[in-house]
């Protein structure tokens, strides 16, 4: 199932050159293996794209575009072959809705986590599978942690080259991180953290470089990540830090993302001396290699 992205590219480039060989002979012409070859460059690009380049068809399909219009010869192109162009376009939009609809592997289950909440399968897409857990790591009444771990079609990408950190990155973008933490903060009220209202949450970014370096199994490994510090109204006393929510992403398979997502209270003991939540990442990672 995980070739159904490159699988409809090559469609969709067999039916540009269908419309385009009509469009040939309605004008008396045969087509040029000058065009077979653009064609066939294209195909190229974009499965190179979807299994090399970070950011995968949305990059290359967006280059090719552009390209598209400010070439010259590309311009004289859309005239007479717009509609094999649009078709095209339909095709490699429909290919990435499709391959994110497909079932998606479930995520990792880690022992050390206990039993989850529940497994949540949403119908969204991107097609997502969600384990959630309540992880109590010491005696105190903070020593609490909520942690999601999130397996996600990536369709637009197929390699693991710049996966994790560009699904981050359009995930910020399309505000779907914050909406997907919300969430997963608001999960603090079950296992007895402070009382959130979702209409006053407020999520800021503290670390922005984008990727840390763990000590997983004893090596120094770079993963990207991301952390958060969650503010809310309480008691009419103003905004003030309720929560710290770190997400760490790496591949799972091709076109496959999986997601850990760490929600800790104000004044987790851990806090200050690991603000990455390494611990908990390290069981998870232990987890994950076991399962290959």
Known sequence: MSYVVPSLLAVAIGVLAVVR????????????????????????????AWWLVPGGLLVAGGALAALSV????????????????????????ASMVLGGLLPVVGPTHVEGFGSPLGIDNPGGWPRSSEEVH???????ALDVAIVAIRTMHVPWQGGASGMAGGALLIADLSGQAERELERTVLLLDEAGGPRLDEGL???????????????????????????????????????????????????????????LTVVRPAGHPDAVSDPFAEGLVETWWSARNAKV
């Not at 309605?26 to 974009?46: E, H, K, Q, T, Y």
């Not at 309540?134 to 105190?140: K, L, M, N, P």
């Open 21 to 48: 060989s009509r469009s040939f002979r309605s004008n008396g012409d045969a087509p040029s293996i000058d065009d077979g070859m653009r064609l066939m460059v294209v195909l190229g690009v974009l499965i190179v």
């Open 70 to 93: 400010v070439s010259p010869a590309g311009r004289q192109d859309w005239s007479w072959a717009w509609r094999g162009r649009l078709a095209f376009v339909a095709f490699v939009v």
């Open 134 to 140: 309540v992880v109590v790591t010491g005696d105190e």
């Open 201 to 259: 949450i407020a999520l800021h970014e503290v670390d922005s470089g984008g990727s840390h370096t763990f000590r997983l199994d004893g090596d120094r490994t770079e993963l990207a990540a991301r952390r958060w510090a969650v503010n809310s109204e309480l008691g009419g006393f103003g905004a003030r830090p309720v929560a710290e929510v770190v997400v760490v992403a790496v591949p799972a398979s091709t076109g496959v993302l999986e997601l």
